[in-house]
C-alpha cells in the first residue's frame, strides 16, 4: 500500500511541475541566504560570505535533480522529454514524417482493419447472454456415410424429456412467410421454433411475451413474435399490436410480442417468428432434417454434453416406430452418434480460414513497411552521424541517443498509427457496405476499443522494430568513432550499405510471398470461372420466387393452376422468350438431399442407399434456363395434368448407376417404399448446384405436382422460383410488369427475392472473390513498397557515391558501365530477395490449399510468373536512379568534394 501510494504521489507531481520548480528555488535560496548571514555575523566580507556559503550548500542543480527524483518517477519524465525532443525532430523533416507515417498507415490501417473483421467474426462472442454454454446439436451417421447430419422432431421429444446435461432445447428451421391483409401483400423472413429456443438464446421479447408449451401445441390459438425492425417499418412501433391478429400465410395469428432492437437470430435476419407446433402423436423415426439448439447447464462441458447425447440415442430408436414401409433397421445401422458443437461455429462456417490467412497476408504488408520506413531511419540516421557523435563526445551516453531515436520512432509510428486507424475506419465501413457474401456477422464488425488497443499495441511495437535497426547501427558503444572517419569525401563502404541492403531483400522476399499468393488465387478464379455451372446465358434469366399458402389454396390442382396462369401471363409480357417455374434455382440456397430407391438394385436388409439431390421443376424448365437434354425427353404438361409417373436424371447419376446415360431410360426409382415406382424419362446436363468449387450432385428432377409422394395422397410445390429468360432482366419496369402479371392472377401472392441467376452464379463465386481482391491489393501493395525500397536504395547510393561516379567518368568510364553497375546492383538484390522468398513462399502457400480451386500450392507457373514480375519491376524501379548517375559532371563532383 506504501508503495502504491508513493507511485500515486509521484505520478501527481507531474502535473505539479512548476509549483515544485518554485519551491524548490525558494527553498535553496532559503538555505544559502541562512548560511551567508552565519558568514557575516562571523565577520566576513558580503562577497566573500555569500562565496563560501554556496561552496557549503554545493551545486543547486545537482541538489534539484536529486530533490526531483524524490518527487516524480525520472525515467517517465525523462521519457516525455524524449518524445518532445522526438516530435521537434520530426517537425524539423517535414518530407521524411510524410513519407513515413504515410507508408506505416498503409501497414498499420490494413493490419486493423483486417484485424477488426476478425475480431468482429471469429473473436466476438456471440451477441446472447453465457453464449459460451450453446451449442448446435449435430450427429454422424456412418453407416449411412454421413458426417454432419441434423436433428428430427422424434429427437427433439425424446432429448427434450430424458436430457441430464441441458438447461434448454430446441429446433428451428428459417423461411419465408406471406403476410396480407395491410397495403401490398409482402413476402417476409419467417424463422420456425419449437418451445426452447428462444428460451436457450436467452433472449426475452422487449414487448410482450415469448411462446410457451401450449403456443407449441397444434389445436391451440396460432401466435407469432415480431422483430423490432420489422414492427418499426411495418407497423411504426405501434404498442398496441401485442394481441392484435396479422394474416401469415392467410391464416390469422396473434400477436405475442416484439424481440428486442438489434436481436438476430444467430446471423439471419428475421421478420417472423413462429411456432412449429407438432403433433407428436405423428411422429415417425425420419431422417433429421432441423437445426437443434441447446444451452448446456452450469457447469457442464461440451464432452459431457456428448456423452448425455450418447446415451439417448438408444432411447430415441426404441421410442418411436419408422414410417410404414421403412425397415426399421436402416436407422439403427446408420450408426448414429453425436457430433455437437460450439453454437458460433455454426454462425462463423469455415471462413476462419480465410481471415486467417489475409490476417497473416497484411502482417507481411507491415513488415514491409517496417522495412521501408527502417532504410529511410537508416538514410536519416547516417546523415545525423555527425551530430551524434559531437554529442557523444560532449557527454552524453549511447544509451541516452538511443533512447531518443527509439522514441523518435516510436512516435512516427504512432502518428503512423493514427492516420492508419482513420484509414482502418474507412475500410470497414466499406467492407460492411459492401457485405460481401459468405462473410458472417457483418453488424459485428466495428473499430471497438479492442480494436483500438490493437492499434495501439501494433504501432508500438513496429515503432521499436524499425527503430532499433538505425539505433543499432548508429548509436551503439561505437558512436564516437563517426569522429574519426575518413571525412565527407569518403565513398560509401559495402559494410555501411550492408544493413540497408538486407532489408532491401527482405521487402522483395516478402512480396514474393505475397504476390504469389495472389497469384495462386488468380489461377484459383481463372480456373472457377472456366467451369460451365450447366446452364446458359444466367445474365438474361431473371429469378423470382413466389407461394401460394395452403389457407389461400387447398386443393393442390388449384395451386397448380394458379401458377400455371401466372406462367402463361409473365410468358406474354413483351421481351420473355421462354418461362418455367420449379421448387428451387440452381445454386440457391434451398437444398433437399434424400435416400433414393432403385428398381433393379438390390440393398441388403438395413442397407441405406445413398443420398441423391432432388428437385421439382415444370416441363420447360430445362430449356428456360440451356440445361442440356442428354438423352430421352422433357417432362410435359400430359405428364402432369394425367398424373404419369416420370423423372428425369442427372447424367452424373445415370452414369454413376447405369454407365451410360441412353441406359438408364425406362428404368424405375422412388424415394422410399410406401411410394410409387416412376419411370425415367430423360437425362439432362449436370448442374454444379453447391457451387462451381463442388463437384455436381447425383439429381433427381420430379414433377411439381404428383401423386403418393412422401406419404402424400398428392404432393404440390406451393413455393417456386420462376425462371424467366429475356433481356429485360433487371430492370425496374421488367420487375413492375412481372408483379403486375403475379397479381392478375392472385392479388395476395408477394413477389420476394428477385435477382438474375448470373447473381447467384456470383455469389458461389463470393468467397474467391473477396479473398482475390484482398490478396490482389496486398500483392499490389507489397509490390509498391518493394519497387520504393529498391529505387531508395539504388538513389541513395548514387548520392553518396557522387565523388566516385565523378573519378570513374574523369578516368573515362562509359555512361552505359556505370548505369550497368547500379541496375547489377538492384538485381542482385532482387534475385538474393526473389531466392528466399521462393523459400519461405513453398511452406507458407501448402496453408492456402483449402481456398484453391483447379490449381496447386506449388504451381509452377505461378512462382515464374511472379518472380519475373520482381525482376521486370525491380530493373524499372532502379533505372530512374541509374541514369541519374549519368549525368553527374566530374568536374562538379570533384570540385563540391
Same mark, same amino acid.
Given at each position: 500500500m506504501g508503495r502504491m501510494r508513493e507511485a500515486w504521489r509521484r505520478l501527481r507531481s507531474l502535473g505539479r511541475r512548476d509549483a515544485i520548480e518554485g519551491g524548490l528555488d525558494e527553498e535553496i535560496r532559503f538555505h544559502i541566504d541562512q548560511q551567508t548571514e552565519k558568514n557575516l555575523r562571523a565577520g566576513m566580507s558580503p562577497r566573500e560570505a555569500r562565496r563560501l556559503a554556496l561552496v557549503a550548500f554545493g551545486g543547486a542543480e545537482r541538489v534539484k535533480e536529486s530533490t526531483r527524483d524524490e518527487f516524480r518517477p525520472a525515467l517517465l519524465e525523462d521519457s516525455l522529454r524524449d518524445i518532445r525532443y522526438g516530435a521537434r525532430a520530426l517537425r524539423r523533416a517535414p518530407g521524411f514524417t510524410v513519407v513515413s507515417s504515410l507508408t506505416l498507415a498503409l501497414g498499420i490501417g490494413a493490419s486493423t482493419a483486417v484485424f477488426s473483421v476478425v475480431n468482429g467474426v471469429l473473436i466476438k462472442p456471440l451477441p446472447y447472454p453465457e453464449s459460451e454454454t450453446l451449442v448446435s446439436l449435430r450427429h454422424t451417421a456412418l453407416g449411412a456415410g454421413l458426417a454432419d447430419v441434423p436433428m428430427s422432431p422424434a429427437q427433439f421429444f425424446t432429448y427434450r424429456d430424458e436430457t441430464r446435461t441441458f438447461q434448454e432445447i430446441g429446433l428451428w428451421s428459417s423461411g419465408v412467410a406471406n403476410v396480407t391483409g395491410a397495403a401490398a401483400p409482402e413476402e417476409v423472413q419467417s424463422l420456425l421454433v419449437t418451445h426452447g429456443t428462444?428460451?436457450?438464446?436467452?433472449?426475452?421479447?422487449?414487448?410482450?411475451?415469448?411462446?410457451?408449451?401450449?403456443?407449441?401445441?397444434?389445436?391451440?390459438?396460432?401466435?407469432?413474435?415480431? =422483430?423490432?425492425?420489422?414492427?418499426?417499418?411495418?407497423?411504426?412501433?405501434?404498442p398496441a399490436m401485442i394481441?392484435?391478429?396479422? =394474416?401469415?400465410?392467410?391464416?390469422?395469428?396473434?400477436?405475442?410480442?416484439?424481440?428486442?432492437?438489434?436481436?438476430?437470430?444467430?446471423?439471419?435476419?428475421?421478420?417472423?417468428?413462429?411456432?412449429?407446433?407438432?403433433?407428436?402423436?405423428?411422429?415417425?423415426?425420419?431422417?433429421?432434417?432441423?437445426?437443434?439448439?441447446?444451452?448446456?447447464?452450469?457447469?457442464? =462441458?461440451?464432452?459431457?454434453?456428448? &456423452?448425455?447425447?450418447?446415451?439417448?440415442?438408444?432411447?430415441?430408436?426404441?421410442?418411436?416406430?419408422?414410417?410404414?414401409?421403412?425397415?426399421?433397421?436402416?436407422?439403427?445401422?446408420?450408426?448414429?452418434?453425436?457430433?455437437?458443437?460450439?453454437?458460433k461455429r455454426d454462425v462463423v462456417g469455415d471462413v476462419g480460414k480465410v481471415l486467417w490467412v489475409l490476417m497473416g497476408t497484411v502482417g507481411i504488408v507491415l513488415l514491409i513497411a517496417c522495412a521501408n520506413v527502417a532504410n529511410l531511419m537508416l538514410v536519416r540516421a547516417e546523415g545525423r552521424q555527425q551530430e551524434l557523435a559531437v554529442r557523444a563526445a560532449l557527454g552524453a551516453g549511447w544509451q541516452r541517443l538511443a533512447r531518443e531515436l527509439v522514441w523518435e520512432s516510436i512516435v512516427l509510428a504512432l502518428v503512423g498509427g493514427a492516420l492508419g486507424l482513420g484509414l482502418a475506419f474507412a475500410a470497414v465501413h466499406l467492407i460492411v457496405t459492401a457485405a460481401p457474401a459468405g462473410l458472417p456477422r457483418l453488424s459485428d464488425i466495428t473499430v471497438d476499443p479492442m480494436v483500438v488497443a490493437f492499434t495501439l499495441i501494433v504501432s508500438l511495437l513496429s515503432g521499436l522494430v524499425f527503430g532499433l535497426i538505425p539505433v543499432a547501427r548508429h548509436a551503439g558503444p561505437h558512436i564516437a568513432r563517426a569522429l574519426r572517419g575518413n571525412g565527407r569525401t569518403s565513398s560509401q563502404s559495402r559494410e555501411q550499405h550492408r544493413m540497408r541492403n538486407a532489408l532491401v531483400v527482405v521487402q522483395v522476399a516478402l512480396a514474393l510471398v505475397l504476390l504469389v499468393a495472389a497469384g495462386l488465387m488468380i489461377r484459383t478464379f481463372?480456373?472457377?470461372?472456366?467451369?460451365?455451372?450447366?446452364?446458359?446465358?444466367?445474365?438474361?434469366?431473371?429469378?423470382?420466387?413466389?407461394?401460394?399458402?395452403?389457407?389461400?389454396?387447398?386443393?393442390?390442382?388449384?395451386?397448380?393452376?394458379?401458377?400455371?396462369?401466372?406462367?402463361?401471363?409473365?410468358?406474354?409480357?413483351?421481351?420473355?422468350?421462354?418461362?418455367?417455374?420449379?421448387?428451387?434455382?440452381?445454386?440457391?440456397?434451398?437444398?433437399?438431399?434424400?435416400?433414393?430407391?432403385?428398381?433393379?438394385?438390390?440393398? &441388403?436388409?438395413?442397407?441405406?442407399?445413398?443420398?441423391?439431390?432432388?428437385?421439382?421443376?415444370?416441363?420447360?424448365?430445362?430449356?428456360?434456363?440451356?440445361?442440356?437434354?442428354?438423352?430421352?425427353?422433357?417432362?410435359?404438361?400430359?405428364?402432369?395434368?394425367?398424373?404419369?409417373?416420370?423423372?428425369?436424371?442427372?447424367?452424373?447419376?445415370?452414369?454413376?448407376?447405369?454407365?451410360?446415360?441412353?441406359?438408364?431410360?425406362?428404368?424405375?426409382?422412388?424415394?422410399?417404399?410406401?411410394?410409387?415406382?416412376?419411370?425415367?424419362?430423360?437425362?439432362?446436363?449436370?448442374?454444379?448446384?453447391?457451387?462451381?468449387?463442388?463437384?455436381a450432385p447425383g439429381t433427381? %428432377?420430379?414433377?411439381?405436382?404428383?401423386?403418393?409422394?412422401?406419404?402424400?395422397?398428392?404432393?404440390?410445390?406451393?413455393?417456386?422460383?420462376?425462371?424467366?429468360?429475356?433481356?429485360?432482366?433487371? =430492370?425496374?419496369?421488367?420487375?413492375?410488369?412481372?408483379?403486375?402479371?403475379?397479381?392478375?392472377?392472385? &392479388?395476395?401472392?408477394?413477389?420476394?427475392?428477385?435477382?438474375?441467376?448470373?447473381?447467384? %452464379?456470383?455469389?458461389s463465386l463470393a468467397r474467391t472473390s473477396f479473398t482475390l481482391v484482398m490478396l490482389a491489393i496486398a500483392g499490389g501493395t507489397a509490390l509498391l513498397l518493394g519497387i520504393v525500397g529498391i529505387y531508395g536504395v539504388i538513389a541513395y547510393a548514387v548520392t553518396q557515391r557522387t565523388r566516385e561516379i565523378g573519378i570513374r567518368v574523369a578516368l573515362g568510364a562509359q555512361h552505359a558501365g556505370l548505369q550497368r553497375m547500379f541496375m547489377r546492383e538492384a538485381l542482385g538484390l532482387t534475385g538474393v530477395g526473389v531466392a528466399c522468398g521462393l523459400g519461405i513462399a513453398f511452406p507458407l502457400t501448402r496453408l492456402m490449399g483449402s481456398l484453391l480451386f483447379g490449381t496447386s500450392a506449388f504451381d509452377p507457373a505461378t512462382y515464374v510468373a511472379v518472380s519475373l514480375l520482381l525482376v521486370v519491376a525491380a530493373a524499372i524501379a532502379s533505372y530512374i536512379p541509374a541514369h541519374r548517375a549519368m549525368s553527374v559532371d566530374p568536374l562538379e563532383a570533384l570540385r563540391a568534394e
Open positions: 428462444l428460451q436457450a438464446l436467452g433472449v426475452r421479447p422487449a414487448v410482450g411475451r415469448w411462446f410457451t408449451r401450449e403456443d407449441d401445441a397444434p389445436g391451440s390459438v396460432e401466435t407469432v413474435i415480431l =422483430t423490432d425492425g420489422y414492427w418499426q417499418r411495418r407497423y411504426g412501433g405501434d394481441g392484435r391478429t396479422v =394474416t401469415i400465410d392467410a391464416r390469422p395469428r396473434e400477436v405475442i410480442g416484439v424481440m428486442p432492437d438489434g436481436f438476430r437470430f444467430l446471423d439471419a435476419g428475421v421478420d417472423v417468428i413462429l411456432p412449429y407446433r407438432f403433433d407428436r402423436s405423428a411422429l415417425f423415426l425420419r431422417k433429421p432434417m432441423f437445426q437443434g439448439i441447446a444451452r448446456m447447464k452450469p457447469g457442464v =462441458t461440451l464432452a459431457q454434453a456428448n &456423452a448425455d447425447v450418447a446415451r439417448m440415442i438408444p432411447i430415441w430408436l426404441k421410442a418411436w416406430s419408422a414410417p410404414p414401409g421403412i425397415d426399421p433397421s436402416i436407422f439403427a445401422n446408420a450408426e448414429f452418434a453425436p457430433a455437437l458443437r460450439a453454437l481463372q480456373a472457377l470461372a472456366s467451369v460451365q455451372p450447366g446452364f446458359t446465358e444466367p445474365n438474361h434469366l431473371q429469378l423470382v420466387r413466389l407461394a401460394v399458402p395452403w389457407a389461400q389454396v387447398e386443393d393442390p390442382e388449384r395451386v397448380l393452376q394458379v401458377q400455371s396462369d401466372i406462367r402463361d401471363r409473365i410468358a406474354a409480357i413483351p421481351g420473355v422468350s421462354a418461362v418455367s417455374f420449379a421448387r428451387s434455382a440452381p445454386m440457391g440456397p434451398e437444398k433437399i438431399d434424400n435416400l433414393l430407391l432403385i428398381e433393379d438394385q438390390r440393398y &441388403a436388409q438395413g442397407q441405406i442407399p445413398p443420398d441423391r439431390r432432388f428437385k421439382f421443376v415444370s416441363p420447360g424448365f430445362f430449356d428456360t434456363l440451356g440445361v442440356r437434354l442428354i438423352a430421352g425427353r422433357d417432362m410435359t404438361w400430359a405428364d402432369i395434368h394425367d398424373h404419369r409417373s416420370v423423372a428425369v436424371i442427372s447424367e452424373n447419376l445415370a452414369r454413376e448407376v447405369w454407365r451410360e446415360p441412353a441406359a438408364a431410360l425406362g428404368k424405375r426409382i422412388r424415394p422410399n417404399a410406401s411410394d410409387s415406382w416412376r419411370e425415367i424419362i430423360g437425362i439432362v446436363g449436370d448442374v454444379h448446384d453447391d457451387g462451381v468449387h463442388q463437384r433427381v %428432377y420430379w414433377p411439381v405436382l404428383m401423386e403418393k409422394f412422401w406419404g402424400n395422397p398428392v404432393l404440390v410445390q406451393r413455393s417456386v422460383t420462376f425462371a424467366i429468360r429475356s433481356s429485360r432482366t433487371g =430492370t425496374e419496369s421488367f420487375l413492375n410488369e412481372i408483379r403486375e402479371a403475379v397479381w392478375a392472377v392472385n &392479388a395476395n401472392v408477394p413477389l420476394a427475392e428477385a435477382s438474375t441467376l448470373r447473381d447467384v %452464379y456470383q455469389r
